[in-house]
T-cell receptor
């Protein structure tokens, strides 16, 4: 399976600032996904990112708040903009291989 | 129709016992059912997955039982060990179609030594 890394692994940010999370995969993949996992909760899909096209956002998530880049088949970024304490979560990227999604280690974000 | 209901929310099992986690879905278009294991501070890791053309799949101490008519599937962990203490998520998807992964709410398992 693909090996996925994320940077940063964790961060503490001030309200109103933005944070960009990087996701790197060791192989070329068509579809990458960004999830949010709030404390003690399940995984919620934010958006699907395909290389060469605009990301597709799920209901409740908008591009202005969570802009995504997908410059090539091994890399993607998710920016959490104008952060508030409600954005404190674990952010996970995943890739699809066959029918299975594989997840990165996550970025733990705390917004003060 | 897009929900996957998972139970119990938490589970405490003695070492050597059997842990059972249940999931139910509504959308019959789902045709791929993975289970993920997540340790604190880590991303979810694929544990085992099943398709509806079989009723059971076993990998080591982990078994998925699938009941297509009832639209239910469950994870059984035999001979549970303290190292199995983690949060388990079921999911359902339709990879060849338009349905993305829908995750259950998670089960926090604690295996007592």
């Amino acid at each position: 399976s693909a090996v996925i890394s994320q940077k940063p692994s964790r961060d503490i940010c001030q309200r109103g600032t933005s944070l960009t999370i990087q996701c790197q995969v060791d192989s070329q993949v068509t579809m990458m996904f960004w999830y949010r996992q709030q404390p003690g909760q399940s995984l919620t899909l934010i958006a699907t990112a395909n290389q060469g096209s605009e990301a597709t956002y799920e209901s409740g998530f908008v591009i202005d708040k969570f802009p995504i880049s997908r410059p090539n088949l091994t890399f993607s970024t998710l920016t959490v903009s104008n952060m508030s304490p409600e954005d404190s979560s674990i952010y996970l990227c995943s890739v699809e291989e066959g029918d299975t999604q594989y997840f990165g280690p996550g970025t733990r974000l705390t917004v003060l | 129709q897009q929900q996957v209901k998972q139970s119990p929310q938490s589970l405490i099992v003695q070492k050597g016992g059997i842990s059972i986690i249940n999931c139910a879905y509504e959308n019959t278009a789902f045709d791929y059912f993975p289970w993920y294991q997540q340790f604190p501070g880590k991303g979810p890791a694929l544990l085992i997955a099943i398709r509806p053309d079989v009723s059971e799949k076993k990998e080591g101490r982990f078994t998925i039982s699938f009941n297509k008519s009832a639209k239910q599937f469950s994870l059984h962990i035999m001979d549970s060990q303290p190292g199995d203490s983690a949060t388990y998520f079921c999911a359902a998807s339709n990879p060849s179609g338009t349905y993305k992964y829908i995750f259950g709410t998670g089960t926090r398992l604690k295996v007592l030594a």
